[in-house]
């Protein structure tokens, strides 16, 4: 009889040792899974996220390319002025100088569009990135380089409201503006102008010229980096989505 309760308490205690352990299992097993649901719906965000951001990084692209043509298109007319200045304006028309230096355009800033970027930081989906080298540089494109960009946008945009003042009263420039036309800020047409060659002939306006020479280099140069920067993103995004 003592040994049919010793074999019975036994039997109850190992059961309820197994029953503790299922519990246990299933309790952790349900953190676990419910853990890996959580991950997954962040790691399908993660992955809309990423393909919005091709979207955007794609509309950057256009933008870098637009603003990159503009910038050769004003280095080539600066070159003209420049040249025709070193010849006694004997290259130039009067009206056509007057021309160019409305077509001018050194002031135009490339501002991308981080806002899904921000989303990935906000939710934690940046985190899941799995490509280190995409997480790396979109850090570096988003921040560092945003800011350097403003900077150097900033320091331009200063340089070419000064400059276009003294264009717009030296030479006396009435125009018509156009809204509709143009990739960023609209045309400009030549309506009529007072022509001041002892202005144009200058030291002031050749080197405000060269001046804007050094500044299309250098943003020419910082965008034709960032496009390269985007590019490699747009590609790592795409790899990142399709594994």
């Known amino acids: 009889m003592i040994k049919q309760k010793s074999s019975f308490f036994k039997s109850s205690f190992f059961s309820n040792i197994v029953q503790g352990i299922v519990i246990i299992v299933s309790v952790l097993l349900s953190f676990f899974l419910e853990q890996q649901r959580q991950e997954n719906i962040i790691r399908e965000e993660k992955n809309f996220l990423l393909e919005d951001l091709t979207k955007t990084l794609e509309a950057d692209l256009d933008q870098i390319e637009t603003i990159l043509l503009n910038l050769e298109t004003s280095d080539e ?30 002031g135009t800033s490339f501002f991308p569009q981080d806002g899904i970027f921000n989303q990935l930081i906000s939710n ?8 280190d080298d995409l997480k790396s540089i979109l850090l570096n494109m988003y921040t560092h380089k945003k800011e350097r960009n403003y900077a150097t946008s900033i320091e331009i945009d200063n340089f070419n409201l000064l400059w276009r003042r003294q264009i717009m009263g030296n030479f006396r420039i009435q125009f018509n503006y156009n809204s509709y036309e143009g990739d960023f800020y609209g045309t400009q047409e030549l309506a009529r102008f007072t022509f001041n060659r002892p202005y144009y002939l200058s030291n002031e306006l050749y080197g405000a010229l060269s001046q804007s020479r050094i500044y299309v280099g250098m943003y020419t140069r910082f965008l034709n980096d960032q496009k390269n920067e985007y590019k490699t993103a747009l590609a790592l995004a795409r790899t990142e989505i399709a594994d």
């Open 77 to 106: 007319n600066l070159k003209k002025l420049l040249d025709d200045i070193n010849n006694n304006h004997n290259i130039l028309t009067d009206r056509q100088v007057t021309e160019i230096l409305l077509k001018i355009q050194i």
């Open 124 to 131: 934690g989906s940046f985190n899941l990135i799995e490509n």
